[in-house]
């Protein structure tokens, strides 16, 4: 099976979870569309940060780096090679940004999911063997068990409703398969800055470890400044 075909293989509408039969129809019709190589799957009006949209062109060589340096006390590089040491055959990461988890990794099918376009547009030219994916975080547009890992770095604290993804990136995953996620949480006076800055409401550390708990056996949780750390596992 060629690699096109086992993307179209594993992948759903979003709109109502048929089968993708043909480059980008499902069986009940609704049409998707690529472009420049980014598969656009987003079937709402989801709009990425604006200011991480005015970043995009740094977010990975200085941003991020030092952005987690500051708020987490800790590298970037060794953040990113802790959540990529669990990658499996099938990788899907999730608000993927410019995709720079894949450089820490290997992977036979490497899918990075975002809803910027400017985002994917930055990993489609520096990483082009990565299948870039524009859809929505709450509604991933891929069968059941698909993937043996995933990861979500910095992303789902951002959603009004983190638990969807959550339970969207249980869903997609095979059994066993591995998880990583890292996500901002209420856990001190950092992270209270960040979030006025961001517009955003904040959960708990604890808020995280109840939902991931209830979809998944939890490896590894930690606190990092301000942010949390999980490792997991679908049960």
Known sequence: MSQDDEIIEMMRCPIDGTRIITKWRCENGHEFKETYGILDFLTENVESHELLERVAPIYESLWAPLGLSLTA?????????????????????????????????????????????????YLKKKRPNVIAIRADAKRLPFKDSSFDSASSLFVIHMLDDPSLAIQEIHRVLKDKGRAVLTVMTDNNAIDKILSRWWGLSLRSYDYYLGVLTRYFEVDKARKMGAWSYFEVVKS
């Open 73 to 121: 006390g800790t590298s970037y590089s060794s953040l990113m090679s802790s959540a990529a040491s669990s990658m499996g055959e099938r990788h899907l990461d999730v608000g993927t940004g410019t995709g720079k988890l894949f450089d820490y990794g290997k992977c036979r099918v490497c899918v990075g999911l975002d809803v910027s376009l400017r985002f994917l547009n």
